[in-house]
């Protein structure tokens, strides 16, 4: 029992896994108990158990795993992340619990999985339970197919994917289990009962016996649809809804949602698809041609055989058809005509909509046959044009079917027309537009009044059908001259019909394209996904809400649906039928006048026609009040024109009368039912006075309100033909331009093209030029709608008047046309216009492009034109084309019909000659454009055979192939190209070019889609393919188009696809999915569509204006609610970002678990613009609210679900606070990182943190203040500017937040206040908080009121808004406030501003009570008794007020400029007062100072600025190390404002001014020195060096022979610039930085310097040369060694070539470079010895052998050849292989130098000399005799004579004695004097101590000569320290410290550059690496700060001490 009581103590989740079944059995009990109790489905309890639950289900322990199976079932059923485990338990279930015996676990098992399935994970779930079948355990499979077969049952097969389960039917049939095979029949009938018949094909060849049975047991089952018993979570409220229908005893709608449910899996999906090209008989193509009747019969039959294959593999099958289509088309024997029909059936029904590209060469062929009268040949021509109907559209073979009717053969018009009323039984109103309709109708009507009585009966039939489809307000107006009888025999027809979709007559036919479309996909076969989608998707119809129908609709198809609600009809709205048949009869003018004194006055009659001109107008008055207060349905409007048309009518001569008598016409227009045959007795009158000066604007306004009345289109070509009919020009011109005008008010939809051309052309040619020139801005408004196929007309015209053409369409061109304003209100929602034409946006019937004329070209492309086409020889093939090229040319339009063509050019897309395949492709091109629309049913046989050009491995044919498919895009659009595997097809072939072209298409234009076909998803594996190609560029376009794949398909889709990839595959590219997925665009609206589309000659682009308002007015209706996909599919708003919200709502809520990588906030372009439009434009609520209500809180959400990651948007909208502080956390991480995205979604941010300023939660409230500060900060690093709309929607909750009780918020929330001044004007925070002074919280008043004092204080008073007055005046009414707090802080604020203002403030603050008067001056008395501490006292309060001015150098930089004068003013102002002076802040003073430096003022002020505050730091002598670190505030600003301040300082550097240049030295050495800070330079050393080298150059050639300079100036700046240098060049990462060619003018300028004699005359000349000397060291040994070794190469080039350079410069600047050589062992690895071989090439080039021999030193070739050696010593002989940026290697000796060099080291391995250069030390060649030792140590022992180079001489010695141990030097001593040998030893012994850091002897190592070593050394540095502590050596007269502000002082900066002296002669005392910057930087700041009162007293002694105690602090 001792056991059991440990393991009873442990918590509940142990227990589970414990090794003791009976502890595990009661953790199961306790978990289900606990399980049981939780009631919250989020609760963090449930992730405790998330890895457990598998082995709840998978215990060994039978009885245990019962209680664990119970557990996991409550599990699975109420934890939110139950559906994490869904795999793994499921595959436990299946493995562990189906073979256990007890039924019992077998139950739970069944129950767990299918709870798995309710909460969504169904596909995870049959996806183990399919591998499960696999399993060998019988028993197991029973139990899978079990739980498949229930779950169907429960959840139906929309939950249940059947296809994969028919798959493996078949097999589980012939399992030897008879227990299988059982349950296999089961399910099988389960399967039947969902999906009827389609399951019959997938069994057909299963062991009869079995299939009888389940025929048998199939017959049992019950009619009726199946529905689900069982229903997802997500659909819970949907079976709660049926629930209640089903109580209340009817299931009106219950019925109607589960109709669609039933046909849902289609036969032929679940077949398998068989490849049958490569089956066919090799002879096939001879035979079909053969001779012989039975040859062809064999050759047909076989085919026959093939295609009975339910399902054929997509393929080339064009030879094929061509050959039946042959066959059917000119084969004598019939039987042999029906057999092919019988072929073409079978490949139709096989291949579906595969089978479309073809489906145009066959129709008018099979239709022409119909003149055969055997029975079966035209059944079975029935049935082949009936399959092949159904694999394409109506659409697409209308041309085809509308030539037949014309045939003059009765039997060929009857089965035309039958054939017809067969295809419309599968139309709906939106299959069948008006477009469409009309030329149908207009065929059919010809044919009802045929001779034939067949003829006659199938046009009956037709029309009948026609008007069953769409109802009879579509049909009617085409069938307004039919007699009665005619009528009604149609109609009959009509009631006859049965429609595919299975209608009643009735009203459903009017509403008929709402209804769901059950029994489709059956019953129509293939019949295209086209049909399916348009009339399944609007199905909740118009008759609960319009705009319904939209969202769910393909793009435009379901738009007329909607804007037609009122009349329920898709084409067109009640309202517009019946404005378009206004038609009254014309009335006698008796009648008229009957009607008319009805309603008019009788005077007025009476006087209409008087001679009295007043009284004639009096008449018109009285006719207008009349008029105008009649009611519409009353106004007898024709008696009313015709009154006014009355004698004088039109001619009357009285201006004022005329202008009454147009505006009563309008009137009459706009107010009554105006027809047109009203119109036609006015429109004659109206255009004779359109062109009168007086009353022409009147006519205008008269015909444009007919227009509205009668539509444009109709009144348009009214006025035309008149205005053309008469003579006067003036009319003409001027109504052209009211036609200008009204295309622009009404659109252009339904105008006549070809009326108007005419027309225009006679105006072109008028000899009047104002009547051309209206003429060509008519054609220019007219080119806004058709585009540049407008042109084409007018290519004949002369071409002066061409030019002025393409000049007013160039105005044109880029601009959209303007959204119609007239011609809508008139006809409901939508207007005819758009209820005809705006209908089909791909309608290649429809609008101003199909007005074009087009010639029918088929009878010129003939069977010679084709075989040329297809010689083989390749002249006549050009010739071909060239003809081809010709015709397309002559006939500009073209109709779809062109015979052979498309195969003939097919066969030249592979021609081996490249010419003219690119020929080809321009006639392609040319092809598209003549056209048009139709050229789509082409595109399955030229189009993507273009496609497969992209594969092409010449540039120019791939990217001519392109500009094709793109010109053929343009017309077509996309849908076509992307419907069927055509496209896949090339994808999948691994041609890299292909590819890469191909997704790079793909990825241009699916960004633009709104939709695409479902087809796309067959390009998806092969995507995944090129995202692993081994081609580069293949994988980076594949990444680039994955976003728009994705955006169409969706993350799930995609992320299924992935299921047969390898796993490895599978990990990366589900990576990649990740990635996209952040990225992923949003589908862009309808309108963005319209107007994204370049206006071209493409239909689409033309309807796009008239269909905006429709869309306007439905967004009206839905924006009230934001609901995110409905507002967003439906605004018009032309940026992509407003449709963001459609897509990823409802994508990814399934998918709990993702992951979350990626970025989180997503950049989308200009989706804050477009917000800000939105906002001004009212389209979204203003972020204005006292407290947030849940609209707000929604609309934020659909705004950020575009740009902010989906699981952190779920955090930041959760309902716990803790996910809100998790999101905080989240978005604190990302804030660096992400910049660019947090700017971008800046105002969503701040929107939502204002919504956590209204928690309750002081965690989340603080975590959001510290996210602000940052936020801010990093705003601020970044230049930012808040906008209007952030700050007017954040500023005024932030300031609510001042007023919180909590001390800590409100300190947090006033340094957020600060910071934000540096991003937003301080003078537009001001009115903010002002505001937040009149809140009740009296704290909020009393902080708010201490935030203006301190805005007043940092900006002056230009920041009190609106005026100083009015603000103070609001101030100072807080001084009598009740609460103390804010009367102080009143108080303090304008005594703050008294400070600033002086007296002035009582004058701005006007009268106060005597009370409050007396408390403000007492006030001010007592702050002016401390005048100095206040402002002290003030910095240490708020700390936090420094962050805001310490980047005010930003705010002065880049800040408004309202707020500069003041900052100003203010600063100068304070120059008055000392003790205002001191309470300017020292960073302000710094910026205003910069300022001044720009405008030129004062000069050296910077480094004042910096010292006033620091008297109190430290005492006069000491030094103080840390303090002074603190003094360079002023260079924090510039480093919090980087690149600009650096910028600026730089180019002070370079200044002629000795003193500006040292001020900015000195900034930067400050920068040098604080390693913090250094960075800072990164990116400007060139531009230091460049300003340094500039200044050394100025100096050497100006300031050192400027006599009148002082020289110690000079050496001041020597030192600065220096002392920079060297400061720079400690710090490795930035020295190498400095390119090559800085480098060579920076050693140019140091060499210069160096040997410049005129400062060495100077006293502390020397000591600058030594400095220089350091520095040269520096630079050689810290540079980029390969820019610093190349920039020595080419300075000695040029010094040598240079004939005025001193042979001086040449050896030093060799000296340099055997220094290099000698750090290159340590080196040569980073070298880029490419480079340093090209210089070396091009030196020798410059200087070949013999001339180095020529010059007078040895040195140069010497110094060349020790390098080369030393490099082949490094490298051995790999230095060949770095010759490779030499271009002409003979051009130069190197290569063969280097080839001796090597053979010479190769044959002597062994001799010293060679080791000795392999240590890089010996400067000797290889065969050095003695003397030649001898030579060099002599030269050694020179350079230590002499005085400049003794150093060098030394360390040289040096380095020698190492090298060569052995040496003897002594005779070279022997000779000289012991002072110099003693030197000598000293100068060794010193380098060795130095080199091995043993420390120094007290003797300077720098000093040259033992002799110089003594006191006066000392003193000199004593000179130094006594400077830069202030005990100057004569005199010490600093100047007061107020002054200092008010005047400019140059001794500071002298001192500034003593301290760099110091420093410069520290470097002289060591040549030590400088570990001890941090002195060096204090005691260099020190010097500039310190200001100390003179001590003389100090004596040389005590400073000698000091001296000693720095020297030993630097060790």
Known sequence: MGDDSEWMKLPVDQKCEHKLWKARLSGYEEALKIFQKIKDEKSPEWSKFLGLIKKFVTDSNAVVQLKGLEAALVYVENAHVAGKTTGEVVSGVVSKVFNQPKAKAKELGIEICL????????????EELLKGLDNKNPKIVVACIETLRKALSEFGSKIVLLKPIIKVLPKLFESREKAVRDEAKLIAVEIYRWIRDALRPPLQNINPVQLKELEEEWVKLPTGAPKPARFLRSQQELEAKLEQQQSAGGDAEGGGDDGDEVPQIDAYELLEAVEILSKLPKDFYDKIEAKKWQERKEALEAVEVLVKNPKLEAGDYADLVKALKKVVGKDTNVMLVALAAKCLTGLA??????????????????????????????????????????????????EDVLAVMDNKNPTIKQQTSLFIARSFRHCTASTLPKSLLKPFCAAL???????????????????????KVVGEKAVNPFLADVDKLKLDKIKECSEKVELVHG????????????????????????????????????????LKKAPAAKPGGPPKKGKPAAQGGTGGTGTKSKKAVETKEIVEPELSIEVCEEKASAVLPATCIQLLDSSNWKERLACMEEFQKAVELMDRTEMPCQALVRMLAKKPGWKETNFQVMQMKLHIVALIAQKGNFSKTSAQIVLDGLVDKVGDVKCGNNAKEAMTAIAEACVLPWTAEQVMSMAFSQKNPKNQSETLNWLSNAIKEFGFSGLNVKAFISNVKTALAATNPAVRTSAITLLGVMYLYVGPSLRMFFEDEKPALLSQIDAEFEKMQGQNPPAPTRGISKHSTGGTDEGEDGEEPDDGGSDAVDLLPRTEISDKITSELVSKISDKNWKIRKEGLDEVAAIINEAKFIQPNIGELPTALKGRLNDSNKILVQQTLTILQQLAVAMGPNIKQHVKNLGIPVITVLGDSKNNVRSAALATVNAWAEQTGMKEWLEGEDLSEELKKENPFLRQELLGWLAEKLPTLRSTPTDLILCVPHLYSCLEDRNGDVRKKAQDALPFFMMHLGYEKMAKATGKLKPTSKDQVLAMLEKAKANMPAKPTASAKATSKPVGGSAPAKFQPASAPAEDSVSGTVDSKPDPKKAK??????????????????????????????????????GKEQRMKDEKGLKVLKWNFTTPRDEYIEQLKTQMSSCVAKWLQDEMFHSDFQHHNKALAVMVDHLESEKDGVIGCLDLILKWVTLRFFDTNTSVLMKTLEYLKLLFTLLSDEEYHLTENEASSFIPYLILKVGEPKDVIRKDVRAILNRMCLVYPASKMFPFIMEGTKSKNSKQRAECLEELGCLVESYGMNVCQPTPGKALKEIAIHIGDRDNAVRNAALNTIVTVYNVHGDQVFKLIGTLSEKDMSMLEERIKRSAKRPSAAPVKQVEEKPQRTQSTSSSTNMLRKGPAEDMPSRLNQARSMSGHPEAAQMVRREFQLDLDEIENDNGTVRCEMPELVQHKLDDIFEPVLIPEPKIRAVSPHFDDMHSNTASTINFIISQVASGDINTSIQALTQIDEVLRQEDKAEAMSGHIDQFLIATFMQLRLIYNTHMADEKLEKDEVIKLYSCVIGNLISLFQIESLAREASTGVLKDLMHGLITLMLDSRIEDLEEGQQVVRSVNLLVVKVLEKSDQTNILSALLVLLQDSLLATASSPKFSELVMKCLWRMVRLLPDTINSINLDRILLDIHIFMKVFPKEKLKQCKSEFPIRTLKTLLHTLCKLKGPKILDHLTMIDNKNESELEAHLCRMMKHSMDQTGSKSDKETEKGASRIDEKSSKAKVNDFLAEIFKKIGSKENTKEGLAELYEYKKKYSDADIEPFLKNSSQFFQSYVERGLRVIEMEREGKGRLPTSAGNTNGEEVGPSVYLERLKILRQRCGLDNTKDDRPPLTSLLSKPAVPTVASSTDMLHSKLSQLRESREQHQHSDLDSNQTHSSGTTTTSSSSTANIDDLKKRLERIKSSRK
């Open 503 to 542: 209608k009643k007559a009735g009203l459903a036919a009017d509403k008929k394209d709402f209804k769901p479309v059950p029994g489709r996909a059956a019953a129509s076969g293939a019949a295209g996904d086209k049909d399916t989608k348009d009339t399944s998707a609007p199905k909740p119809g118009p």
């Open 115 to 126: 709870m798995y399935i309710e909460i969504e994970k169904g596909e995870a779930v049959q």
């Open 1129 to 1166: 599919a439906l605004g018009v708003s032309s940026k992509t970002k407003t449709a963001q919200g459609k897509k990823v709502p409802s994508k990814t809520s399934l998918k709990e678990d993702e992951d979350k990588s990626g970025p989180i906030f997503i950049v989308v372009p200009n």
């Open 445 to 467: 009507l010809k044919h009802i009044n045929d001779s034939a009585p067949e003829v006659r009966d199938a046009a009956f039939e037709a029309l009948g059908t026609a008007l």
């Open 349 to 398: 029904v096989g291949l579906r909509k595969k089978f479309g590209q073809y489906a145009g060469h066959v129709v008018p062929t099979i239709l022409e046959k119909f003149k055969e009268k055997k029975p079966q040949v035209v059944q079975a021509l029935q049935e082949a044009i009936d399959a092949i109907f159904l694999t394409t559209t109506l659409q697409n073979i209308s």
